[in-house]
């Protein structure tokens, strides 16, 4: 149904935490979700347990390699299926060339994958280049996360801009908004950017859901697992997720197919 990208011009900044996260609190909610790796270094791949970063997958894919059906990898969710990033070779990666960057390629790759899917999620290299660019060209919308940190906020106008020029080419995608990260609550100058960044962006581009600093996304990290397998019951933050899904869902085109939602009685 549609493509949305997770970007961000610097690395860092929680945006493989967000796109795996994501992608299971959309399937969750009941949409059929593919999680993409678009980044060379294939971070999903490397944050989840097992063999999952040495499977084949889009760059053999890209290349003519193999088929969609081939290099899909099935989830614990019945509606959560991955994509990783597939192998290249230290020669590539150090050059720069990669077929993750072929803007032609993935644009029929996403567009294959977003026929078949309600949500083709997306995560990206840091940047707006190379393989990012190539999906950014192929995609329809964007989310932007931010770190609640003075260098990042710094960075966000000129990103923003390039985006809208890339929308003026006809082959870039509409910002879905901006997803506040990292935010410590007890610290002065994390709130002042939280507030400066209320204060500059256009208000259809802020979301409600924001991430806190949180110590046990380095347990999620440790076990490779999302938020919401690390314990029988999902810790707090994890809701955060599933707020940031459910605020998504009307921009991004997420409609359900009901003409009327009504409230469901608690007793028969």
Request: glycine share 10%; charged share 20%; hydrophobic share 45%.
């Amino acid at each position: 149904m549609g493509v949305l990208v997770i970007g961000s011009h610097k690395g860092g900044v929680g945006k493989t935490t967000v796109a795996l996260n994501l992608a299971f609190a959309v399937a969750r909610r009941g949409w059929s979700t593919l999680l993409v790796d678009a980044d060379p270094q294939g971070c999903i791949g490397l944050s989840l347990q097992g063999r999952v970063a040495a499977l084949p997958g889009l760059a053999e894919c890209l290349r003519g390699e193999q088929q969609l059906d081939d290099v899909m990898c099935g989830t614990r969710l019945e509606k959560l299926k991955l994509l990783t990033s597939g192998q290249a070779s230290v020669q590539e990666l150090s050059a720069g060339i990669t077929a993750l960057a072929d803007t032609s390629a993935m644009g029929k790759a996403l567009a294959e994958a977003a026929a078949r899917f309600d949500l083709v999620l997306v995560d990206t290299a840091s940047g707006l280049f190379g393989p990012t660019q190539a999906a950014l060209r192929n995609a329809d919308h964007v989310l932007l996360v931010l770190q609640a940190e003075p260098l990042a906020l710094r960075g966000l106008p000129l990103q923003i801009e390039l985006i809208r020029q890339l929308r003026a080419t006809d082959r870039g995608p509409a910002v879905a908004g901006v997803f506040l990260t990292m935010i410590q609550s007890r610290n002065s100058e994390s709130m002042g950017v939280v507030q400066e960044a209320l204060g500059v962006l256009p208000v259809e581009l802020t979301l409600d859901a924001f991430l806190p600093r949180d110590p046990v996304f380095l347990k999620a990290s440790a076990k490779g697992v999302p938020l919401g397998l690390l314990y029988r019951n999902p810790p707090p933050v994890a809701t955060v997720f599933d707020s940031l899904a459910a605020e998504l869902e009307p921009r991004i085109g997420l409609l359900s197919k009901e003409t009327e939602d009504e409230a469901v009685p608690l007793v028969d």
